[in-house]
């Protein structure tokens, strides 16, 4: 009876023991990662879906390079809903709390946190023209805390098509945000195009959204045709604006996928997806030791057409059998 309660009262301290063991030893395990959980902002200027598409892909490939939301990293995204002071709030709070990395998708985005920090690192994502809008001096060899991905598409290679599919153009009505500097260098390319090839360029600039509207059917009556580069401002009002200009009968000529599936007639431009993709693997060779400075900012040179029939048959144009076999996709609505 005694040797069998001593074996009772040992057995349980064993149990004990080892309940209490195997908890302190799992607590030590995950105290560690815990703490190793790296925090990364991503900073978005608007919702539109070409900047969605983005940032998808860029999480997405995140976890495939091993950086895992709610594991490994905290990922703390941020939506400034077009508008600049929301941008330097949402940038200053990534900064002030130290954060390890900002990924800022767009060019406005890429400003404003470089703005805030010259030490955390900066992975911007799709800044048609990195350059002229200051966030790196040198394409190559970037330098300091900041490199990313580009979506540069020159405005003479979306013309050539825009000829291709509409022979008579004279005059182009240019519908843009005067405050992003990413749409000037395209709109300067254009300017330069036309000049080149007997074209008169009218300009419609906007500020915000709001007023995309009003500009588009300024244009409308007085051009052949419109063009918008890979504009967030107009991209954010693109059904709107598609609208005025289908009623109108003019044929859109636009910078990005999204926007042709949103109502423009064609362009000739990249794959969104895969720049998301590239912006988290230069995110994630970041993370794993190397200085942003040190690698060169990439250009998509994948380029390809993107036709809507339907706005196509809304505006009575129609679009040559060889650009349609061309075209790696064609919207039907
Ligand atoms: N290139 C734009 C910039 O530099 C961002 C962007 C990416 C975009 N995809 C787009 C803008 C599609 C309009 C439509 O800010």
Redesign the pocket.
């Known amino acids: 009876m005694k040797k069998s309660l001593v074996l009772m009262v040992s057995l349980l301290v064993v149990l004990l023991l080892s309940v209490t063991g195997c908890s302190s030893a799992q607590k030590d395990k995950a105290a560690p990662s815990a703490d190793k959980q790296l925090k990364i902002g991503i900073v978005q ?1 608007v919702e ?1 879906p ?2 969605n598409t ?1 940032r998808e892909a860029c999480v997405a490939q995140l976890a495939k390079d091993g950086f895992k939301d709610g594991e490994n990293i905290v990922i703390d995204y941020q939506n400034a809903q077009g508008d600049q002071t929301n941008l330097k709030t949402i940038c200053q709070k990534f900064a002030n709390n130290k954060y390890d990395m900002i990924i800022a998708i ?3 985005s890429a400003q404003a946190a470089i703005g805030e920090t010259s030490t955390i690192p900066v992975v911007f994502s ?4 990195p350059v002229g809008s200051g966030l790196v001096t040198n394409l190559e060899k970037p330098g300091k805390n900041v490199t990313g991905t580009s ?1 540069a598409v020159s405005a003479e290679k979306i013309m050539e098509l825009a000829k291709r599919i509409t022979p008579d153009i004279k005059t182009i009505g240019a519908l843009y945000s005067s405050s ?1 500097t ?1 749409s000037i260098s395209v709109v300067n390319n254009l300017k330069e195009y036309a000049k080149k090839n007997g074209m008169t360029v009218v300009e419609a600039t906007i500020t915000n959204s709001s007023e995309a509207q009003q500009a588009a059917s300024s244009l409308a009556g007085k051009v052949d045709a419109m063009f918008s580069p ?3 401002t ?2 954010s009002a693109m059904p709107i604006v598609a609208q005025v200009a289908n009623k109108a009968k003019i044929p859109y000529y636009v ?2 996928d ?2 042709v599936k949103d109502g423009g007639l064609a362009t000739f431009g990249i794959n ?1 997806t895969v720049l998301g993709q590239e912006t988290a693997n230069m995110a994630a060779e970041i993370l794993n030791g190397k200085k942003p400075g040190d690698i060169a900012v990439k250009t998509m040179t994948d380029i390809d057409i993107y036709i809507n029939q339907a706005t196509a048959d809304a505006i009575g144009v129609k679009i040559p059998d060889d650009v349609k076999k061309e075209a790696k996709q064609i919207f039907t609505k």
């Open positions: 200027i539109h070409s900047l983005i767009a060019t406005p799709a800044c048609t023209d979506d992003e990413n890979i504009d967030n107009v991209a910078g990005a999204s926007m969104y």
